[in-house]
């Protein structure tokens, strides 16, 4: 047995591959680049079973550090590794819609960076689920989005791709000045970037005489403008309208990627954020408050809208804003302990990890369908029961768990999410729940209608690459076995529910 | 043994998924999940009452979450009943022409969904094992339904996925309800804690009227109830016997087993609620019931206001009248499925079962005729058939609660219902005269009776029910113990 690895080697690892790639494919003489793709989910695997040996936080003071490495973090650290992994073995299935759409000579010119760009993605990911410090959040930050910038609008002779890049250019960018903004607020407040640092400070600064006690309003403003900007980050309302057009008109693989990773590591940062503030009396209730309004909304507008649509990508985006939703309620419905913390945290992390496989699955199906049929509204999944039982059974399955049946890990996920608010006594939002758990059924079963009640337009059986059917039959038997053992995630989650909190923080909660 | 009475289907409709002989081990599934619960009945031993066949397998120790199955007379009563229904509708499932397997894996998922949800003693699995029925649900009636079937089937869906959420909901409250060190899903403990009244009288009310409102959408309890008949006038036969015999009978099972036991404060604070609607089950309904034009829409509508009876003798809430209830679910899942599945055969000749296209059909079908006479002599509650002698519980039950009301709101509520079986006699015996009297119509030639082969299932059912309406002690004596543990002292 090797010694414990200590924990940043795994960042640097991934950094280093992203960098060998891009290098390496310039010197590439061969056409076909998706040997960088297979070279990554190798190497990511081997990162991926690494992490179970680390030396977690074991002698770091977190009040003077960037970076931490509690069982929160690698828990995402393993989700951005594994949605990488999948998002790799998608972008394989999708290099033939990609290359007709790249102006090129030869085949495979210019298709390097589509393969390589994922693992530095994976990286900032990576970062992001340790950082304890805005500095580390606002870099690692960029790193992810900027590399999305590019992988959004990689489709150079397609309008709806470059349309995408230019909205979340915009938009990203835009929400980036909000997160610097409020992170000077913050700092201009406290003198501190370190969360830990922060919640030590903060209850001084709230007391008799502290600079704060007459007025809360400053920190509450920096404060709502860094939940702004992760509101754009996880696709939660109202800072949403990014989310349908930019889902659409990105390559398939990178929709995925945006979908999961991109709001796994925006919830964590969220978790994170937060921490300092909920323990105290004069701010955390409204900070929490905030974060109802959005759950509730996200809630609203991402089923409901979801209904009409006919494009399965679209329809996706519309449920992916529902399930930021979802997941901002068991956010929101942290109580100022630490049990309730600890809660909140599982049900989160549980519901990521669910979704991750779901919607992954989803994805990959869709990308083998759009292959053959050309197009992704849900007419083109019709009959897809007859041309190929299999595909049609693991879009069945992630419909079903997205919907939230039990015996998927869809269905703990949304269990633990409102338990959380039974617990808490949100009976609004549990009341909005209810109206769009059963507007999810109708829009997640359209698909599952339309592949087993329709007929197909077009008989001809559906190819299936080896390595993207065992990646979909690996997806399946994941959503069904934590769906019925959920103890093994769980277990995983519960060994260390405190560590990640701050200290200061558990000081002040008692 | 319980297991087997699970995954003997469950492993058998992943057998026909992946391309066994369809019909042959859907039968063989279902003949030995009926030899197995009658198995399981008689080796049940009833002089010590209480949970027996108990296997328990931890999934979430940490939540006292497992996968605990054990079984008392009640839930035998209801496996049984769930293995005799699917039996005959595997049974007299017709030929089918598109994708045999998927339609027989569908009926195996429900079967094992509600025998999953009769055997559970966890909350999770109980609720979690009914769900598994929603989702073929949908599809058998999408796909090989007949009229409105797309609407049909949406409606039930989303009206039973709301129902379930508001259950789930209703589930957590009451978990959150008990006192901190206690807390469980295993309904047997939980049984337990009832008897100790461990939860606090104030905090009783929420919680039981969610699951009041979870289980009644599920129940098709007034005025939840208009996803029902049009969901089992299109569904395909064996989907409808299924459904309306077996899964409704789950949000019944889970009042008497949960709600009504774990909330006695609540369920009585509620009372009113409960009985103006099952007064609305049983008269509003039961006048629609009247005004159908169509066999499939009586049938299903006639689904909708039995179920009023079952509400009353459960909100009796005495040992006479939940006992009754118990009784009428096992007889009604019977009868309604023989109906269904008598209509089924019909269908074949007059695909709307439209009244105005049938009559005179006595002559040609002499076997149809008596069987559905007796069937619907059942459904009315005539003596000779299981539905009487627990029909008679329920009212005799329901005529003094267990608890004082309001002044005479029970008596009322009996008396209302009581009109509920001139009622059905009127709507039973005017589809009886519309279809198998009066002269035999020219176009009408070719209308026979089933062979033999598909008689057997009809006699089946019709047989269980009048040998437990002759000698109701063996069941009433069966359940009795286990409501009686349910029942707070």
Redesign the interface.
Known sequence: MPAPLSPITLEVIVLSLGIFLLLAESFSRSEDKSWMARLSIVVLGVVFAWSFHTSGNAGIDLSKAFYSADETALFFKRLALLTTMIVQVMAIEYGGVLARFIPSSKTGAGTGEFYALPVLTCAGLMFMASAVDFLLIFVSLELVTISFYILVAYMRKQSTSLEAGVKYLILGALSTGFLVYGITWIFGLTGETNLFRIAQVLPGMLAEGGRLHDSQTPLLFGIILVLVSLGFKIAAAPFQIWVPDVYQGAPTPITAFLSVGSKAAGFIVLIRVIQPFIGLPEIGPKVMGALAVLAGLSLLYGNLAAMPQDNLKRMLAYSSIGHAGYLLVAVASTGPSLSTLGQSNVAVSFYLAGYLLMTLLSFLVMTVVANHSRGDDIIHFNGL??RSPFLAFGM?ISM?SL?G???TAG?YGK?LV??AA??EHHFVL?GI??VT??AG??YY?RV??AM??QEPTDETPVTIRPLTRFTIGALILGIIFFG????TI?EML?SAPVQNTPIALQTSLK | MLNLIIFIPLLAAFAVLLGAPARKSALAAAAAGLVISLFALFSYDASKAGFQFASSTPVVPEWDLKFLLAADGLSLVMLLLTNLVTLAAVWITPLVEKRENIFYACLLFITAGAAGAFASQDLFFFYAFHELALIPTFLLIGLWGSGQRHAAAWKITIYLALGSFILLIGLVDLYNALPAGVRTFDMIKLQQLASAHVIPEASQTRPYLLLLVGFGILISLFPFHSWAPTAYASAPTPAAMLHAGVLKKFGLYGLIRLAVPLLPAGAQHWSWLLLTLLVGNVIYVGLATIAQKKLDMTLGYSSVMHMGYIFLGIAAFNLVGVTGAAVLMFAHGLSIAALFAMAGHLRKFSPSLAYETMGGLGKPMPFLGAAFGMAAFASIGLPGFANFSSEILVFFGAFKPAFTPEAGSYQLATAFALWGVVISAVYMLRAYRAIFLGGVRKDSTDWVDPIFSLRLPVILLLATLMITGFFPGGIVNLVKPSIEALLPK
């Open positions: 029961a007859k069945l079903l919907a049946i039990p015996f269905f269990f409102f338990a039974v617990r549990i729940g209810v758990v059963a059924f109708y079963l599952i209608s087993y009640w019925i053992f959920p103890a769980l519960n």
